[in-house]
């Protein structure tokens, strides 16, 4: 027989905290709808997670922006995320007005590494200026 806790699906559980849990359209569930790649997937959920330490996750944020410009880029593979799926985020976690730019940059259509490079500079800079409003020195 099986306890109750082990019928529960793996979306209603957290391990390590609740910085996910209560939202709206778990990141998760987003970067898997959005089919995003890995260092995107990964500046989404870092610019999204609450937990203590903000400044290490927006660190982390960036350090993916300058991961996914590092990396072989083909442009074939950023098609872009549609735009109601990016509102529907958006809305459902009630995101601030920074934090709306940073997705939208994430998830635009890329079609040069010229295009990619500016839109992660610009994510930077959004994660400076968010972390700058909320008193935090990255």
Request: contains cysteine; hydrophobic residues 40%.
């Amino acid at each position: 027989m099986q306890t109750e806790e082990a019928l529960m699906m793996a979306s209603e559980t957290q391990v390590g905290g609740n910085h996910y849990k209560d939202a709206g359209y778990q990141p998760t569930f987003f970067i898997v709808d959005a089919n995003l790649d890995f260092c995107s997937g990964n500046i989404i959920k870092y610019d999204f997670r609450n937990k203590a330490d903000k400044a290490e996750d927006w660190r982390k944020a960036k350090h993916y922006c300058d991961l996914l410009c590092e990396a072989a880029f083909d442009a074939s593979r950023h098609v872009g995320v549609p735009r109601k799926l990016v509102e529907k985020y958006i809305t459902f976690n009630n995101l601030n007005p920074i934090q709306e730019r940073i997705v939208e940059a994430v998830c635009d259509t890329k079609n040069t590494l010229a295009e990619l490079r500016l839109d992660m500079k610009v994510v930077k800079l959004l994660i400076d200026e968010r972390a700058k409003s909320e008193g935090i020195t990255l």
